[in-house]
């Protein structure tokens, strides 16, 4: 069993910058795929970005890419989505996601394990 925490998020002007964390419980997170996803207002969940349990593989979609940044520290449980150039269209909530496998996964139904999510709001 996993638990995932969001922080981070809050409220920034067109332009500005937010970093995400996530910090899981348990002992095995590096043998976790790990994800974020966001939802906007009257929008279906949607994906952003994922990473391999080693950091070694990352894949964005295209809307963020250039722009966020997946990364994890194993050592710290934690896994950060660091959001730069924001844009009205980037505010949503932001939900963490994970899976244990080995490999990039890019659709809800491949985690498991989600957290409650943290709101992000770009002002324009």
């Known amino acids: 069993q996993v638990q995932l925490v969001e922080s981070g998020g809050g409220l920034v002007q067109t332009g500005g910058s937010l970093r995400l964390s996530c910090a899981a419980s348990?002992?095995?997170?590096?043998?976790?795929?790990m994800a974020w996803f966001r939802q906007a207002p009257g929008k279906e969940r949607e994906f952003v970005a994922s990473i391999t349990w080693s950091g070694g593989s990352t894949y964005y979609t295209d809307s963020v890419k250039g722009r966020f940044t997946i990364s994890r520290d194993n050592a710290k449980n934690t896994v950060y989505l660091q959001m730069n150039s924001l844009k009205p269209e980037d505010t949503a909530v932001y939900y963490c996601a994970a899976d244990r496998r080995y490999t990039l996964a890019f659709v809800m139904s491949e985690y498991a394990y989600w957290g409650e999510g943290t709101q992000v709001t770009v002002s324009s």
């Open positions: 348990g002992r095995t997170f590096s043998s976790y795929t």
